[in-house]
């Protein structure tokens, strides 16, 4: 069996619903014409019977119509459209009297039936209306008159008018359905509009966006949040294309270093420490392919924002001993003198993983990029909105045009005057993006041949 569609979903539920509610409608207006149609019967009715109860002659035991010659020649002289019939019955529910119309019919008589009650009954298979009441004399009651009106055009009235209502039920509910499923269709036609869109946006096209259109209704909601998925797609793509190209691009150059070793190797038988030699080469070179995935890795894992920062008291001083004691003999071998004298044990609400990660690359490259013999100052200050982290060196500096470079991957500022300086281009980009992610704010300044200042503001 196929499933209705959406459209056709939407018109068949407004249908329920308007079904329902035709019907209760429908059920109304006949049931306030047949009210009011009995109820103008049931007036009528008493009327005619209370009139006649007070026309009738009661005398000894017998009641009769005061004024029936003059009932029957008019009865003679003119053609009720409307006619009304009488009957008069004793106390015990014995015919007495009728009106001429009746000829020689009964309208039939129940004495234990209630007064002043209408209801329909037959008359020559004719549906009738009657009503039953009570013949009062001196404050007793001497019996009863029965009075009665045809009610074959009030029924006919009333059987049309439901015919016509079942009738135009069911066609009434075609028309909405019809109606309601072209409504629906018009109301879906943008739905349409963004699954084409949508199908057409494949990975080669993830820059097309889905039309958004101008009311601020939930379909302007639905392609705003579609286009907002793409953009973050998209920019997920681009960081793979690009972890991609730059693992590619930075591993070339070990493994073909390695290669080149090997196939050294083998050309020709050679001595012990010629082995020694390139094998350690190589070893070099696997550590430095190593090294250089792991920031690769870093690198992604902050710029996709895989990470989730967990704030929690970090002792600035702490960090920063451990920070300097890692490159102790880095320090050592250049002859560096670290100045880092606080005044008290600061801390800091932060990620201690990102803030250490932002501090030990600024220190590396404070160090990495310092001469022989030069100072390396950190300082910490606390103000009331920020707790201040400042790095200074007096070594290499970064020329004007390198500084708007020096934050992204793999840009190395002056890379071929600083062949002894080992390096990939991350540690900056990292620190970027890390510096991003923790709601950190970092200042770089530097003067070419004097050194850099380093300023990172964490938020109290």
């Not at 009106?99 to 209801?119: I, T, Y």
């Not at 009954?121 to 013949?135: F, G, P, T, W, Y």
């Not at 083998?266 to 001595?271: G, S």
Request: glycine fraction near 4%; charge should be neutral.
């Amino acid at each position: 069996m196929k499933p209705f569609s959406y459209r056709n979903r939407i018109a068949f539920n407004y249908i329920v619903a308007t079904a329902a509610l035709l019907a209760l409608v429908f059920f109304l207006v006949f049931f306030v014409v047949r009210v009011a149609v009995y109820s103008h019967l049931d007036n009528l009715l008493d009327k005619v019977a209370e009139k006649h109860s007070k026309e009738v002659l009661v005398q000894d035991g017998k009641i009769t119509f005061i004024n029936k010659d003059e009932w029957e020649e008019r009865e003679h002289r003119e053609v009720e459209v409307n006619p009304v019939f009488i009957e008069v019955h004793g106390i015990d529910g014995k015919l007495m009297d009728r009106s001429p119309n009746l000829k020689a019919d009964e309208l039939g008589f129940d004495v234990n039936s209630p007064e002043n009650k209408q209801f329909n009954s037959r008359l020559h298979e004719k549906h009738i209306r009657q009503v039953k009441v009570a013949v009062v004399r001196d404050g007793e009651k001497a019996g009863y008159v029965s009075a009665a009106v045809p009610i074959e055009g009030y029924l006919l009235v009333l059987n049309t008018l439901r015919n016509i209502l079942l009738v135009s039920f069911p066609f009434s509910l075609l028309l909405l359905f019809l109606v309601a499923r072209y409504l629906a269709g018009k109301s879906i036609r943008p739905v349409r509009v963004i699954i084409e869109a949508t199908q057409k946006i494949q990975q080669d096209s993830l820059n097309d966006r889905i039309p958004v259109f101008g009311k601020k209704d939930e379909l302007h909601q639905l392609a705003s949040a579609i286009n907002e998925l793409l953009e973050r797609i998209e920019s997920s793509m681009i960081r793979e294309k690009q972890f991609t190209s730059d693992a590619a691009h930075q591993l070339k150059t070990p493994l073909a270093v390695l290669k080149g070793t090997f196939e050294v190797l083998v050309r020709k038988p050679r001595n012990n420490h010629e082995y020694v030699t390139r094998i350690n080469a190589g070893i070099d070179e696997i550590n430095r392919m190593s090294e250089m995935v792991d920031q690769l890795l870093l690198l992604a894992r902050v710029d996709g924002k895989q990470y989730l920062p967990q704030l929690a008291d970090t002792s600035l001083v702490e960090m920063i001993d451990s920070i300097i004691q890692r490159f102790s003999r880095k320090i050592s071998e250049q002859n560096l003198s670290i100045v880092f004298n606080p005044e008290s044990n600061l801390s800091a609400v932060s990620d201690p993983f990102l803030l250490e990660l932002i501090l030990e690359n600024l220190i590396s490259n404070a160090l990495k990029y310092s001469n022989p013999g030069d100072k390396v100052e950190i300082r910490l200050t606390q103000t009331n909105d920020n707790t201040l982290v400042e790095i200074s060196d007096n070594g290499k500096g970064i020329r004007n045009e390198d500084m708007e470079h020096i934050f992204s991957p793999f840009y190395r500022a002056g890379a071929m005057e600083h062949t002894n300086v080992k390096g990939y281009g991350l540690g900056l980009s990292i620190v970027k993006r890390a510096c991003s992610l923790a709601g950190i704010q970092l200042e770089l300044k530097s003067i070419y041949g004097k050194g850099t200042h380093a300023v990172v503001r964490i938020p109290n």
